[in-house]
């Protein structure tokens, strides 16, 4: 996952004018988040007993809802690759993709 945080963390720095703006790049990125995302659920199989682990307990009484956010991620990206041209549509992108991270983390990360 830390991979899709680095990818992410791209996209940001060149929405905001931190970075040149490479729409290669960001596509690539986002093609990236895409690829990792049928991941993220098997990473959460078992109950964690790492001391590391950022997870609430509430991931294991709701792994449906925790897949299909992590589905609702996939779909983020999915559409964002094609649209990304220019810094406008690479911030619409980072808001969707954010905003589907960001579902995941409010309600099962500490």
Do not use: Y
């Amino acid at each position: 996952m830390m991979g899709l945080d680095d990818d992410l963390k791209l996209m940001i720095a060149m929405a905001k004018g931190e970075k040149a703006m490479d729409a290669d790049a960001a596509q690539a990125a986002v093609q990236r988040i895409k690829a990792g995302t049928p991941e993220i659920a098997t990473l959460f199989k078992a109950p964690e007993t790492d001391p590391k682990s950022e997870a609430l307990p509430t991931i294991w009484d709701e792994f449906d809802q925790f897949t299909t956010l992590a589905q609702e991620l996939e779909q983020a990206a999915a559409k964002a690759a094609p649209t990304i041209q220019d810094r406008p549509t690479l911030a619409q992108a980072v808001a969707n993709i954010g905003g589907a991270c960001r579902a995941c983390h409010r309600r099962f990360r500490k």
